[in-house]
C-alpha cells in the first residue's frame, strides 16, 4: 500500500487502539493479509503500536510442529489466539491474519479474550470462492485442484463462515485502502479504539 489511507470522519491524528485484538478470518486467498499490513501500516502512521499476527509467519515458526489435521489447525487458532492476548494486553493493537476455519475455534479464542479482559474484534473477509481461485496467490489452489495437495480449506477441507461477525468486509472489487477506512469506522463506531477529533 502507497501512500497515506485518507482519515474517517471523526477520527484524530491519533488512534489509540491499544488492548484490542482484531482477527481477519477468510477463505485463502480473500485478502487477509493484505488487509493486515496496510491497516497495521495505518495505524503506525497515526501513532499507534500494531503488530501484525500472520498465518504463514506462525506456520514457520511458533506452529511449526503442527500439520494441517484438524486438531493442528485447531491448535493453531488456539496458540494465535493466546499470543494476540499476552501482546494486546502489554498495550498493542494486535492485528492477526488467520484462515481460522472452524467456527468453535474461533469462538473459543474470543471466549479466552473475554476472561482476559481484551478486546476482540471478529472480521470476515468474505470474497467469494471464485474470487479466491482466481488470485491463488500462492498457487494453492492449482495444486488442491490438481491433486498435489489434499485438505485444502475450501476444496476439500472445510470453511465455516462466522455467523454473526463484527464486521463483514466484501473485499471483492474494493481497494485496500477503502477497506481500511472501514477497519476505522467500524473501530470508531464501537467506540473500541477511536480517539474523536474535538
Not at 150 to 169: I, K, W
Request: hydrophobic content about 40%.
Amino acid at each position: 500500500m502507497t501512500g497515506r489511507v485518507p482519515l474517517a470522519p471523526g477520527f484524530s491524528q491519533r488512534l489509540d487502539a491499544t488492548g484490542t485484538t482484531l482477527w481477519l478470518t477468510g477463505l485463502p486467498g480473500a485478502g487477509k493479509s493484505t488487509i493486515a499490513e496496510a491497516l497495521c501500516a495505518h495505524l503506525e502512521q497515526m501513532g499507534t503500536a500494531c503488530v501484525h499476527l500472520d498465518g504463514d509467519d506462525l506456520r514457520r515458526g511458533l506452529n511449526s510442529d503442527l500439520d494441517f489435521t484438524r486438531e493442528g489447525r485447531s491448535e493453531a487458532v488456539r496458540r494465535a489466539g493466546e499470543v494476540a492476548i499476552v501482546a494486546a494486553r502489554s498495550g498493542l493493537f494486535v492485528v492477526v491474519s488467520l484462515v481460522s476455519p472452524f467456527r468453535s475455534d474461533r469462538i473459543a479464542v474470543q471466549r479466552r479474550h473475554a476472561e482476559e479482559g481484551v478486546d476482540f474484534v471478529e472480521v470476515w473477509v468474505s470474497t467469494p470462492m471464485e474470487v479466491c481461485e482466481a488470485r491463488d496467490p500462492k498457487g494453492l489452489y492449482a495444486r488442491a485442484r490438481s491433486g498435489a495437495m489434499v485438505g485444502m480449506t475450501g476444496v476439500d477441507d472445510p470453511y465455516e463462515p462466522p455467523e454473526s461477525p463484527d464486521l463483514e468486509l466484501f473485499a471483492d472489487g474494493c481497494s485496500v485502502g477503502s477497506l481500511v477506512r472501514v477497519l476505522l469506522d467500524h473501530l470508531l463506531l464501537r467506540g473500541t479504539a477511536a480517539v474523536p477529533v474535538e
